[in-house]
């Protein structure tokens, strides 16, 4: 494969890690910025993904995505909590036994570690809403009892998350969250890849 083939710039000569050069590496890095900068195009791309699929629900997963980040936002939660409302569920794809996962590994760079334990646990809280009805224990939850979070994470699924499902609220359309999800997505605040800043 020719250089610049795909006519984004330079690329590494070697064919094996042992073989990589600073320069190789410089080229990578100066391509894989470039790629982080279209993070939150590929987000919303895959917000979309959740449209159309109800999934036995009386709206489907766009839907509950958006009125889960307008109720927030309706409710005066920065902006750092509404795109975690918003992408709480994004993970339903392609881990949907692990939805919750999958959505915490992708805000944890960019968010707070409280935000971060939220979203990665809600499922966990959200199943006091309706795990006896599957013959699961509702309880669950109660495992994370004592942990700082245990409230603001009950929380966010009591007024928001379990609140979502209603086919007559007025969501705010996926564009009107845009700019906030730009804004929270682009800088990480944590990553094995970000250099320790030199004071
Ligand atoms: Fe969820
Ligand atoms: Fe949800």
Redesign the pocket.
Known sequence: MADGEHGHGAQAKFHAMVDGTQEDWLAIAQASAEFGRGLPDRLIAHMKLLEGDCGGFAIDRLE??LQ?ATRAHQAGMDEEYVVCALL??IGDTLGPRNHADVAAAIVQPFVSERNHWMVAN?AIF?GYYFFHHLGLDRNMRDQHRGHPDFEYTAQFCHLF?QE?FDPNFKSMPLEAFEPMLRRVMSSPKRSIYLREKVA
Do not use: L
Request: no cysteine; glycine share 0%.
């Open positions: 509950h995505s889960t709480h569920d809600h959200q998350d979502a």
